[in-house]
């Protein structure tokens, strides 16, 4: 029988961090440069690297503030450079793209700030440059500090999670318009009589919801992959039903295989409920994997960057995932006795730690070095047996590598396991030849 | 006596016209490529052609809707290219930066569809990213088919020129806040300490005004040159106030050198007044050069062009700047009996033809070829020679060159013209070393 092949993608947050309060320290691991994280260069090696190794896609998240819920204040995520700087990621996948062919380029935007023409007309913009590598993680989320950036008006800040999706639903629809507005066919380059593409192919929107106007068409020709690739990571129950419908790669950060199932289940059920064959709709688990040439030298590694995570930059983080200030209580209280709407998810999502009865400071440190990414350590033998067996025991398909430095990480990473999973049938050889991304993820396992 | 040196810059919109209707006809002059304007690699070429001309920047124009005046429909303009498709300028620098290392990266961004936050982070992305050659051309637009696209509400919609003028200083002076949000030694990267950035030296901005309410701080640290390089193209009088008080480069499409005399006297004047130093608001003037080897060869290449424009393509353009629809009119009526606001300013404008008392197929033409600029049609010599007396009488910092064909009318024009104004010490001979777009534009004449 075929084996099933693995996705596999590598996460990123626009500098300066990424799920790791770590990544900044200066030559704090295997790292072939110092992180300049203001430069193209690093992050064009690091697409460069994920290209040798046949991943799918790089990918960036998103955010338009800096979390400001601990102490009620930017300055603990400024010092510890929680999710800060945070760079525009469409200006940086550019960079990425200009040297790159194959790779996927994916990445988040909310869509809190822009009116959705300009955002269908960046992503378009992006896919035509890239030749269809383009992926959008669709998120809805307004986050405090954003929403003051934004200037967000008081009923906007205030829409519940239900009105967020019903908002977001009609966001997709003009933007789905948008990219459909000109024909496949519409350009001509009829030079003789003065026709550089045909009008009849080309067609207004005319769009009047609940929520957004736009006449169109879009002022960009339709793109290689005409609609960009759609990623999702909802966790709610609506956010994993908007996911069933919309999206065709889906992040998630689960504890443990048995969640990852569970996750897992929900989602293709939600798929097939939508109409849609459940094969579309790929599920991919977080990860962040320390790997060396031996068992040892990993957990070395894997040591030596959890001690370098200080546990009040992960607080920071948790503060704003929860929108509540942890500064009010001792690093040393118990999680489980503070009385914080979403804590009960928190405490579930901390079952791969060794205790669920963890303090402010392990929940800190569990945040700090990977966002509650669960770590996985060992030789590449042992990692490749670990992803394989997940795969084979929960379904998934595939994972969302998480950095714990760059571009050490990944590139042990694409070094050391890769050639296993390849050699074993579970890992893309070689891409489509001039595929678009959507290609890329269709081939995989067809 | 020191002769003053002249800014160069490359105009265009991107893709697929610029300031001429005939650009995107395959193969109609000396182009290495066939034009494919949604390929990064022409206008990869282009960047790396400037750059080897040593010109200051290259520049893309930007709008967010298709021109749908004429016969009330975007039809017109899909037809004949007529500014459409326009891609979103920003990722198509990134991927000219990604290939250049000295020339400037100007654009358009209108601020009617972004609040300040969003453009101030996307400018300091590519600001950091270029390594500070950044230039943003402030523009306030609403133009109809884009106020459309972008859903503005009705007020937004019907504000006055003065109106919009007060919205952009506020806008502006929310964008200077945000760039200014970090000090530029934040950042101190103290690994043992635990301290990226120092949290005292990041502030937020907390500003609450009439048209923009914005919290920050940015979540970016401080980008090369802080603030990009500001440019403007205001023609009416609250737009050369503005210019005079924001702007470090302008530009301005004027018939002949009397005109072009009068803007710049106005300019820098109005700098005085703003309290700036005049030599600091450099003023640069549309050119559309056409140079062979012989004034006979740039007399058929000249010719060919202009051969290729059809009156309709600028007739739509016309339509769209005048917010009427022409097409209730012969085309071989006059202008002159047109009753439209914003003729007159038109008419005077057509000074450099032949006669005022032209017809709309006749403007359709002059519009259709170069939005009005003035085309300068001779040997290398005489190209040269035009350049240097204009700047002498009229005393104005450069020129801005509008390609009616491309690479190629920029190729000629760096090989052919270049060299000569170098010789008489009228262009730039070498960038600042490691120097920014601003470095580069005060040093020229320092």
């Known amino acids: 029988m075929k084996k099933k092949k693995m996705h596999l993608l590598q996460y990123m947050m626009p500098p300066v961090t990424h799920h790791s309060s770590a990544t900044w320290k200066p030559r704090n691991m295997t790292m072939t440069n110092a992180f300049q994280w203001n430069r193209p260069e690093i992050w064009q090696e690091v697409a460069q690297i994920a290209e040798r190794g046949k991943l799918d896609a790089v990918f960036f998240a998103d955010t338009e503030g800096i979390y400001s819920e601990y102490e009620n204040s930017y300055k603990s995520a400024v010092r510890y450079a929680s999710q800060v700087p945070c760079y525009e990621p469409s200006v940086l996948m550019a960079f990425m793209g200009a040297v790159t062919k194959h790779i996927g380029l994916t990445m988040t935007f909310s869509v809190a700030g822009y009116p959705p023409y300009i955002l269908a007309r960046k992503l378009a913009t992006l896919d035509h440059l890239s030749r269809g590598r383009v992926g959008w993680n669709v998120v809805t989320a307004f986050h405090k500090n954003a929403s003051e950036n934004l200037g967000l008006s008081v009923e906007q800040y205030h829409l519940s999670h239900d009105q967020r999706y019903d908002r977001l639903e009609e966001y997709m629809e003009v933007c789905y318009k948008l990219w459909d507005s000109w024909e496949p066919d519409a350009i001509v380059m009829d030079a003789e009589n003065n026709i550089f593409a045909d009008p009849e192919k080309v067609h207004p929107i005319n769009h009047e919801g609940k929520w957004f106007k736009c006449k169109g068409p879009l002022n960009i020709d339709r793109s290689p992959q005409g609609r960009p690739v759609i990623l999702q990571a909802g966790q709610s129950s609506r956010g ?147 992803m394989e067996e997940t795969m084979k025991e929960v379904g998934g398909d595939g994972f969302l590598l998480s950095p714990a430095y760059l571009p050490g990480s990944l590139e042990e990473f694409v070094e050391l396991v890769v050639p296993i999973l390849q050699k074993r049938g579970l890992a893309r050889t070689e891409y489509v030849e001039n595929g678009t991304l959507r290609d890329n993820l269709k081939a995989l396992n067809a």
């Open 240 to 386: 994993i039903q908007f996911a069933a419908k919309h999206a065709e790669l889906i992040f998630t950060l689960q504890p443990d295989r048995e969640a990852m199932k569970v996750y897992y289940n929900r989602l293709k059920e939600g798929a097939v409920k939508a109409g849609r064959d459940p094969d579309d709709v790929r599920v991919c688990f977080g990860l962040q994997v320390f790997v060396g040439e031996t068992e040892e030298i990993a957990r070395a590694k894997a040591a030596l960057h959890n001690s370098l995570v200080p546990a009040e930059a992960g607080v920071t983080i948790l503060s704003g995932h929860l929108g509540y200030d942890l500064s009010k209580h001792g690093l040393d209280e118990l999680i489980a006795d503070l009385k914080v709407p979403g804590i009960q998810g928190m405490i579930d999502a901390y079952k791969h730690s060794s205790s669920k009865n963890i303090t402010i400071r392990e929940a800190g440190m569990l945040h700090g070095r990977g966002v509650m990414t669960p770590q996985l350590v060992g030789s590449p033998e042992q990692v490749a047996d670990w």
